[in-house]
């Protein structure tokens, strides 16, 4: 997957070039610091909530990046509240970002953050293809968690999370839109959208309520308002499963 997606990825994924450095030290398992002292994040994934252990994941991305020069490239170098530069890393002599090899091999998640359309649509085919072979991650059952068991999501609140149901029902109570993955509102799994993200579904094609009835994939944060909720403030977070 890393080898036919490097053409892609050079066209979807290079962007400008932020910075150059050699990497020093793997901070965590999306961060790593260059030999002038800055930290960078890799951009448009994230870690798994799964059974697997953060430290096999960090020996992962430093089997990939420690002791190598690298160049940095992306839309937006603002650093994150934690002094964090956010960049699309690249291995020299590379054309693919390091963030295709760890999807690639099952270490980490898609964000469906990254607005550039070809770039994410890499990103999502990659973790796919490692999803439909059962690499890394995709190896444990519970990598992606079942919309029907609120107390195992709840489980991973504040972390990125895969979730996936039928929609039983689409509501709106304010300026919120809900997708209610269960009968009761207050304990169920459900996916909040504001109403400020209508108009990006709809652009998209997606009418929210012809989600009712429907199997979807959601992934993003998990938070606790009563039962289990991700907000999806990325058209990209919901992926629709069945033909229907």
């Known amino acids: 997957?890393?080898?036919?997606?490097?053409?892609?990825?050079?066209?979807?994924?290079?962007?400008?070039?932020?910075?150059?450095?050699?990497?020093?030290?793997?901070?965590?398992?999306?961060t790593l610091r260059l030999q002038d002292g800055r930290d960078v994040r890799l951009a448009g994934i994230e870690p798994a909530a799964t059974q697997d252990t953060k430290?096999?994941?960090?020996?992962?991305?430093?089997?990939?990046?420690?002791?190598?020069?690298?160049?940095?490239?992306?839309?937006?170098?603002?650093?994150?509240?934690?002094?964090r530069e956010p960049a699309f890393v690249f291995v020299d002599g590379s054309e693919t970002p390091v963030q295709v090899a760890l999807l690639a091999q099952g270490d980490a998640l898609a964000a469906a953050n990254v607005m550039d359309k070809d770039c994410a649509a890499l990103l999502a085919a990659t973790e796919a293809a490692a999803r439909r072979d059962r690499r890394g991650i995709w190896a444990d059952p519970s990598a992606i968690k079942n919309a029907e068991s609120p107390?195992?999501?709840?489980?991973?609140?504040?972390?990125?999370?895969?979730?996936?149901?039928?929609?039983?029902?689409?509501?709106?109570?304010?300026?919120?839109?809900?997708?209610?993955?269960?009968?009761?509102?207050?304990?169920?799994?459900?996916?909040?959208?504001?109403?400020?993200?209508?108009?990006?579904?709809?652009?998209?094609?997606?009418?929210?309520?012809?989600?009712?009835?429907?199997?979807?994939?959601?992934?993003?944060?998990?938070e606790a308002r009563g039962g289990p909720r991700i907000e999806a403030l990325r058209v990209g977070q919901i992926e629709v499963l069945d033909e229907n």
């Open 151 to 222: 107390g195992d999501i709840l489980a991973g609140v504040g972390r990125f999370t895969l979730v996936e149901g039928k929609v039983l029902s689409v509501r709106q109570a304010g300026s919120t839109t809900y997708l209610n993955f269960g009968r009761n509102w207050t304990r169920d799994f459900a996916v909040t959208i504001p109403k400020r993200m209508i108009a990006a579904y709809e652009a998209a094609g997606v009418a929210l309520k012809s989600l009712e009835n429907r199997r979807v994939r959601v992934r993003g944060f998990i």
């Open 55 to 83: 430290a096999s994941r960090v020996a992962a991305l430093a089997a990939i990046l420690a002791g190598r020069e690298v160049t940095l490239r992306g839309d937006d170098d603002t650093p994150d509240r934690y002094g």
């Open 1 to 30: 997957m890393v080898a036919a997606g490097a053409a892609h990825a050079a066209a979807g994924c290079a962007f400008e070039v932020l910075g150059e450095g050699r990497v020093t030290d793997i901070i965590d398992t999306r």
